[in-house]
């Protein structure tokens, strides 16, 4: 059965750094999406994309953060100078349509010193 | 905006026991809900969705219940089993322009032998 993958697992960072997370959505799905959860809370909408750019983006999403698709398969969710409040689990998901389920991948844990 | 929640943080039942959790929203718009498990340290993994033109909808061992009138959602497990131990989230996705997810806090099941 296809599945959303996500690099790394796990990642630690020193707060300021960049950090790069990484997603392989589902291979005939189109819309792709981020999402957080802090520990202990609930999921976040961060962002959503189709067609090579931005279709919503929630308010979590500033400029601190960027998503884009260097390739076919790749999914990439970019963090500039990271904050102690960036620590959480990052999600990626797809979907084939717009309006379809949205599958996710098993997350990467970030976490910020 | 859309509100999500969920009635009950735990639940605990006994091994064969159906399980029953429930989740309520906020926008009368909302016309697409999906039911996630999530086990720990994985991504939300879908159970079972349903749109707002039906009010039921099964799949294998389990049932969703959609209540539009007082906006209320629920999942029902049958025969519970230990592997059925998890969080699970309700999400709901409003109509119009905004399509993303907003999830509910999550019920922690707990199966007892």
């Known amino acids: 059965e296809p599945e959303v993958t996500q690099t790394p697992s796990h990642q630690v960072t020193q707060m300021g750094q960049e950090v790069i997370l990484r997603c392989v959505p589902i291979?005939?799905?189109?819309?792709f999406y981020w999402y957080r959860q802090i520990l202990g809370q609930k999921v976040e909408f961060l962002v959503s994309?189709?067609?090579?750019?931005?279709?919503?983006k929630s308010e979590i999403f500033d400029d601190q953060f960027s998503v884009e698709r260097p390739d076919g398969s790749n999914f990439t969710l970019k963090i500039r100078s990271t904050k102690l409040e960036d620590s959480a689990m990052y999600f990626c998901?797809?979907?084939?349509?717009?309006?379809?389920?949205?599958?996710f991948g098993p997350g990467t844990r970030l976490l910020v010193l | 905006g859309e509100s999500v929640g969920l009635h009950l943080p735990t639940l605990s039942v006994q091994e064969g026991d159906n399980s029953i959790i429930n989740c309520a929203y906020s926008?009368?718009?909302?016309?697409?809900f999906i039911w996630y498990k999530q086990e720990s340290g994985k991504g939300p993994q879908f159970i079972i969705d349903?749109?707002?033109?039906?009010d039921k909808r099964q799949g294998q061992r389990v049932t969703v219940l959609l209540n539009k009138t007082v906006k209320h959602l629920s999942l029902q497990i049958a025969a519970t089993q230990p592997g059925d131990s998890a969080v699970y989230f309700c999400?709901?996705?409003?109509?119009?322009?905004?399509?993303?997810?907003?999830f509910g806090s999550g019920t922690q099941l707990t199966v007892l032998p």
């Open positions: 926008n009368s718009a909302s016309d697409y």
């Open positions: 291979s005939n799905h189109l819309y």
């Open positions: 998901a797809s979907s084939e349509a717009r309006q379809e389920t949205q599958y």
């Open positions: 999400a709901v996705r409003g109509s119009g322009s905004a399509r993303q997810l907003t």
């Open positions: 994309f189709y067609n090579n750019e931005i279709s919503e």
């Open positions: 349903i749109r707002s033109n039906m």
